[in-house]
């Protein structure tokens, strides 16, 4: 018997209409409804979903498919994540993992990155910030969580450069933040959320959202990690960086 899915569907017509096209664009691996519910809608606005109940599940398809993006919750790596992930990804190299848990450590956040994972995030957000993630993946950025970023900075020593940083023209992008970009800027290179950047600029999140998109824009960068390197990286400080 399939398995039903948020869709109504059951995963052998997930299959068979993916199959006929010889790939899955993105691969859903959960046994929780909650999160199944949750990410496969997103998921499904992107393209060709498929979802499966068990890792062998998604082996199995991944040995007959490639994917573009695979989206795995925590819960079926218990046994040995190290091993699963290395796995997963030697049967699509080229596709990007998303690790689904409800409260993930730091710790355990930034050892999935270094297994392999391009992000990893928890599972009950809303939908807009879920299509941002699957959006900053897909586009080749990590996704770290606030709680995770001073402590990955803290590992880089302060030498991290990214090398958005070191490229000609570099100067003249930091000169180009305003004042209030380039505190926003220092904020969330020292790991502070956007509600703690608001509540310290005595603003709203919105407008935090508004003045990070312009400073991804202008320092051609497309998330916050690659945000936090670039400023640890060039020594941008409030005194110096952004023009009076």
Not at 131 to 151: E, F, H, K, Q, Y
Not at 235 to 244: D, V
Request: aromatic share 4%; with cysteine; glycine share 12%.
């Amino acid at each position: 018997m399939g398995i039903q899915g948020a869709g109504g569907r059951t995963q052998g017509e997930r299959y068979d209409r993916n199959y006929c096209y010889g790939l899955h664009m993105y691969l859903l691996a959960s046994n929780s409804p909650e999160i199944t519910t949750r990410f496969e809608g997103p998921l499904r606005k992107k393209g060709q979903t498929t979802v499966v109940g068990s890792l062998a599940e998604l082996w199995q398809d991944l040995a007959r498919h490639p994917a573009k993006l695979i989206l795995i919750d925590f819960g079926l790596l218990a046994s040995g994540p190290q091993a699963e992930i290395a796995k997963t990804r030697q049967l699509t190299p080229d596709a990007k993992i998303l690790v689904v848990a409800a409260g993930l450590s730091p710790e355990v956040e930034l050892s999935l990155l270094g297994m392999g994972a391009a992000a990893c995030c928890g599972a009950q957000l809303a939908e807009d910030t879920i299509t941002r993630i699957i959006n900053t993946v897909l586009d080749g950025g990590t996704w770290i969580s606030s709680a995770a970023l001073p402590l990955l900075l803290k590992g880089l020593g302060g030498l991290a450069t990214t090398p958005a940083a070191s490229r000609p023209g570099a100067a003249e992008r930091l000169a180009s933040l305003t004042p209030r970009e380039g505190q926003i800027a220092e904020l969330v290179a020292s790991g502070a959320s956007n509600k703690l950047i608001a509540r310290q600029l005595d603003i709203t999140d919105r407008t935090v959202k508004a003045h990070l998109s312009a400073i991804f824009q202008k320092l051609g960068v497309s998330d916050r990690l690659q945000l936090a390197l670039y400023v640890t990286g060039s020594g941008l400080s409030r005194s110096g960086a952004a023009p009076p």
